[in-house]
């Protein structure tokens, strides 16, 4: 079955910005679609998106449109869709190093349609497919990190580390998971209108009030994890993403805190000081993405107590990834496809990344659509772990509620046979 035509069409994200969809028809009257997710706290190393110079304030993508239209698709239409191959093409006709002349998010949605139209051909689920070509043996569900508290640059308050976030411990099951993450959402919101704060949601879903500082957000949320464990029977611990490239000064090297000014040492003293006094299981992006020695003094210091995330650090590239390895930078990765603009190379970094023992971490971006593709990569991969965001907005939930659907789906194959 082979591909007939491909168009994009310029729709709207989770945060109201333009982002790019693409669908691709096949003989036999199929068609398969697929959208790209955008981060607004981007990593310098990531490849790049291609927007419009001016149009929509510079946020369209009708130029990425008439690449994926004008030179993308005459050099795969007539051709039975294949993933690997089609993406090695799409990275030769680009020719850059970072995707800057196609456009990271034109080629990533080809990827999909592509990898999607292989799955379908192969009348196979897009997460067995990947773990087909990943050389994977079985398929598995990941611990979610529910995003409960947005700060920094996914919210409109005082809160200085972007992302704070539970993971149930002990659950049975994915559904049990998601039944830990109602609660602990629905305690958060009753701890907060007692402190008489802000309920409203940041960008990922995550509540977004003003706290007189970060250990104020922190005793918080641990007052709601110790009613929601008493309800649940399960342990939450708290994992972080810090995004500290956001507040580095490159030139002066030092990090801007508040009104404050820390040095790469003040930072690492401080995560050390919360692992003592939290159930703190992950920091990412604990320092700004430059900083390497930095980095391994972190992971040197606290390594044995908490999962060492690298997201800007690495920008999903197997290249830095490497680098990260030969250092000791890190004890795990996050992987976001826009990144690195390719599902065969989103999964280059995933298999690297088992390799070498590295904890992987599939994400969304703050700026999402309600396309799932994550989610058939975190189960065919059996990635350990997946950041889909807070317990609300649709977005965010359609990820948790394919993957319980997947889980339904494998339970009754497995009775079944």
Aim: hydrophobic share 40%; charged share 25%; with cysteine.
């Amino acid at each position: 079955m082979k591909i007939t035509k491909i168009i994009g069409r310029e729709i709207y994200d989770s945060r109201g910005m333009p982002t790019l969809e693409c669908e691709m028809f096949l003989e036999e009257g199929f068609s398969v679609t697929s959208s790209v997710a955008s981060g607004v706290s981007k990593g310098q190393f990531e490849a790049k998106e291609l927007r419009d110079e001016k149009r929509l304030g510079g946020h369209g993508v009708s130029a990425a449109i008439e690449n994926l239209e004008n030179i993308i698709a005459p050099a795969l239409i007539g051709q039975e869709p294949e993933a690997i191959t089609m993406d090695l093409h799409m990275i030769e006709l680009d020719g850059t190093t970072d995707k800057s002349k196609l456009g990271a998010n034109t080629i990533l949605a080809a990827s999909m349609c592509i990898f999607r139209s292989q799955a379908l051909i192969a009348g196979v689920e897009p997460y067995e497919l990947a773990g087909h070509l990943c050389d994977f043996n079985s398929v598995s569900l990941p611990f979610p990190l529910f995003n409960v508290i947005n700060g920094g640059a996914h919210a409109d308050n005082n809160l200085i580390i972007q992302e704070l976030m539970v993971i149930p411990v002990g659950a049975q099951s994915f559904r049990d998971s998601m039944e830990g993450g109602f609660v602990i959402a629905q305690e958060l919101k009753h701890v907060l209108k007692e402190k008489k704060k802000s309920i409203l949601v940041g960008d990922e879903g995550g509540y977004s009030p003003q706290f007189t500082d970060e250990m104020e957000a922190f005793d918080i949320l641990m007052l709601a994890i110790e009613r929601a464990q008493l309800k649940t029977g399960l342990k939450f611990v708290i994992a972080i993403d810090v995004a500290a490239s956001q507040f580095y000064d490159e030139t002066k090297k030092i990090y801007k805190w508040g009104h404050e000014y820390k040095t790469t040492q003040d930072m690492i003293d401080w995560y050390e000081k919360l692992a003592n006094s939290y159930p703190l299981y992950s920091i990412e992006d604990g320092l700004a993405d430059t900083d390497i020695e930095g980095w391994k003094e972190l992971t040197n210091r606290l390594a044995e107590k908490v999962l060492i995330v690298g997201d800007d650090l690495f920008a999903s590239n197997q290249h830095r990834i490497v680098q990260g390895i030969e250092q000791s930078l890190a004890t795990g990765v996050i992987i976001k496809p826009n990144q690195v603009g390719t599902v065969t190379e989103t999964l280059q970094a995933i298999k690297l990344c088992k390799a070498y023992e590295l904890q992987s971490i599939v994400s969304h971006r703050s700026g999402e659509t309600n396309d799932t593709f994550i989610v058939d990569l975190v189960v065919g991969c059996s990635v350990p772990y997946i950041k889909a965001g807070g317990f609300s907005r649709g977005e965010r939930m359609a990820k948790y509620n394919q993957l319980m659907r997947i889980e339904d789906f494998l339970m009754f194959s497995l009775l079944g046979s």
